[in-house]
């Protein structure tokens, strides 16, 4: 026992009754098998047939993405088709809800009731996201919605319509809106992480001078890296797999036109309304092949990280594992 | 700071830029409730008053009507829809979190070989979308005598936490002293008592936060329910919410709409006010303090 008391700091001696330890892992393997791996190579399987059951390569791949509910850039104009919007819930719905959450956590830090904010702004994350989607259409109707009203006092006529009913307000009314939703996350996620930041490195940056924006610029953003690759990938991963929010707003064919349409919801109208497994199947394969890349994106910057001597395995994956624990909550949404 | 520089005032002088922050924070604090406020409002009126927003208070009869409207709807009351809700989510939480921390602690404690690969492999598995797998389990659901029913629910529940859970309690109970499980071992304690009697009653900090999340979770899912959930008596609440802005010709008025948002949000909303602690814990991980 002695000689391997190394070893002994990160497991039990096994001398003792070592196969019933099997059991331990034995119900959880059952339902990951039968639920989620068994599916998932199923679905995968699937994309590669035909409904008649004949082999079909990569022909469904090439229906669906030809298809211009997936990609339509035709002209140019709304509706873009599935892919290319949740492309697009990416590039404007990721940097506001993050800078905006980010501004927040930093404010909110000298401001007093900071816990009572929070908990408002949290709010969003907490409703289910399909009564997140039937208050966005609320607050999108043309009479008895806040923001066209709002819109018609500033005379913006323009936008004082029935935002739900034209592709274009449509579109980026529930991308902004689902920021409204959103930024919750990113707020309580960079709180924490300000907290870790030890208090010295701000006196320091204050004693030798430097701005608010300075400090921000050279400290907080610098430390608040590992945060932020989390928040961001998060983030990500929720614009991906994007449906409650969608499907309450409009329907399920993603509004007028489609003009919100996303893939989880094309891959749903697909399956159980068209009845057509094998499309749904290559949409649902390119949805978990995007998400598949962001989280072993994520995985790998971690990995790898910035030193040289990151490569070790072990060590790396400890890190991993460090790191990787607010994943929990979002990754499975 | 700028501001106080200057002598020894008595009253402490408030500087501007403190009143502006303080205002822009609280400000945007209330600009995000404002929807939420808009859906109580739109809920305990008559729907003709709220014709031209819900902010406009003349007249203003607050009533229930709406309310029992939702809970008393022939086909789709909202009553069973809450039930519904309950039988699968707390099942799909105690279930998961046991099974997953039976594994988690072996993960944590026992050495095999090729663990860490099988981990990591697991831990990927968090982020499978629910389309890929919605197929498959449809049709097995449907052949296993399981589709439309609240078994059926709660396994595929069940199977989806455990991934993050597996996650979660691993690395919690990495944190746990070994020197407690170590010396009941000597003891003569067999592994299952060390964690039925010594690791689990440890960990309930970590169990309670971990409840709140997959309750949550459970109880605001959408698409599985919508995909294994058929019959009207089965529908759980969550589904009601969208059916009932689609039933009819018509779209049903916003009131009955709002009012089973609220009833359907007002139950996360309690877990996460009395829970809170655990909530934001479970959410940001145990090595950032929270």
Excluded: C
Excluded at chain 1, 300 to 324: C, E, S, V, Y
């Amino acid at each position: 026992m002695s000689a391997k008391g190394e070893r002994a700091k990160r497991s039990l001696s096994s001398s003792f009754q070592p196969y019933l330890r099997v059991i331990f892992f034995v119900p959880a393997t059952v339902l990951l098998i039968f639920l989620v791996v068994y599916p998932a190579i199923q679905t995968l399987l699937l994309s590669f047939y035909h409904p008649s059951g004949a082999f079909a390569g990569l022909d469904n791949y090439g229906s669906v993405l030809g298809n211009r509910q997936t990609i339509d850039t035709s002209d140019w104009s709304i509706p873009y088709g599935t892919l290319i919007n949740n492309f697009l819930w990416i590039a404007i719905h990721l940097p506001l809800s993050l800078f905006t959450g980010l501004y927040l956590a930093l404010t909110l830090q000298k401001v007093r009731g900071a816990s009572i904010v929070k908990s408002f702004i949290f709010l969003g994350m907490v409703t289910p996201m399909i009564v997140g989607g039937i208050i966005l259409r609320f607050l999108f109707d043309e009479k008895s919605g806040i923001v066209p009203r709002a819109f018609g006092l500033l005379g913006i006529s323009g936008l004082a319509i029935q935002w739900t009913a034209y592709p274009e307000t449509l579109l980026f009314g529930l991308i902004f809106g689902s920021v409204w939703l959103w930024v919750g996350f990113s707020l309580i996620v960079y709180s924490a992480g300000l907290t870790t930041i030890p208090r010295d490195y701000f006196e320091a940056a204050q004693m030798d001078g430097a701005s608010a924006w300075q400090t921000f610029r050279k400290v907080t953003w610098p430390l608040l890296r590992p945060t932020t690759l989390t928040v961001v990938t998060m983030t990500i991963l929720w614009e991906l797999k994007l449906f409650d929010i969608v499907f309450a707003a409009t329907n399920p064919n993603g509004g007028v036109g489609g003009a919100a349409d996303v893939l989880a919801l094309q891959m749903f109208r697909y399956a159980f309304m068209a009845g057509n497994f094998n499309d749904a199947a290559v949409v649902a394969t390119l949805l978990t092949g995007l998400t598949l890349l962001v989280s072993t994106w994520m995985f790998k910057r971690i990995i790898i990280g910035k030193g040289k001597n990151a490569g070790r395995l072990q060590r790396a994956l400890r890190r991993l594992w460090a790191r990787a624990k607010p994943l929990g909550r979002v990754l499975k949404a | 700071m700028m501001a106080n520089g200057r002598g020894r005032l008595r009253i402490p002088k408030i500087p501007v830029r403190t009143v502006v922050i303080h205002a822009i924070a609280w400000g945007i604090g209330l600009l995000w409730l404002f929807p939420f406020l808009g859906v109580f409002m739109t809920s305990i009126r008559p729907v003709t008053e709220i014709l031209n927003g819900w902010w406009v208070t003349n007249p203003f009869n607050p009533t229930l009507q709406n309310f029992q409207t939702a809970f008393t709807d022939p086909t789709t009351p909202m009553w069973r829809g809450l039930r519904n809700s309950f039988i699968v989510a707390i099942p799909s939480t105690f279930l998961p979190i046991f099974i997953a921390s039976l594994g988690a602690y072996g993960f944590a404690r026992f050495r095999f070989p090729m663990r860490d690969y099988l981990f990591l492999t697991i831990v990927l598995f968090m982020a499978i979308p629910q389309q890929m797998v919605a197929i498959p389990i449809f049709v097995t659901m449907i052949n296993a005598g399981l589709w439309d029913t609240f078994l059926g629910v709660i396994l595929v529940h069940t199977a989806w936490a455990l991934p993050w859970i597996l996650l979660f309690m691993r690395n919690f109970f990495q944190t746990l002293p070994l020197e407690v499980e170590e010396a009941a071992r000597v003891d003569g304690a067999s592994d299952f008592r060390i964690f039925y009697k010594i690791v689990l009653p440890m960990s309930l900090p970590a169990l309670a936060a971990v409840a709140v999340l997959q309750f949550m979770w459970v109880w605001n899912d959408f698409f599985f329910a919508k995909v294994l959930l058929f019959s009207s008596q089965n529908l759980v609440a969550t589904q009601l919410v969208p059916l009932l802005s689609e039933a009819g010709p018509f779209h049903k008025d916003q009131g009955i709409l709002s009012a089973a948002s609220i009833v359907v949000m007002i139950v996360p909303i309690i877990v996460f006010a009395t829970m809170q602690r655990y909530y934001i814990r479970g959410m940001i991980g145990w090595t950032i303090k929270g």
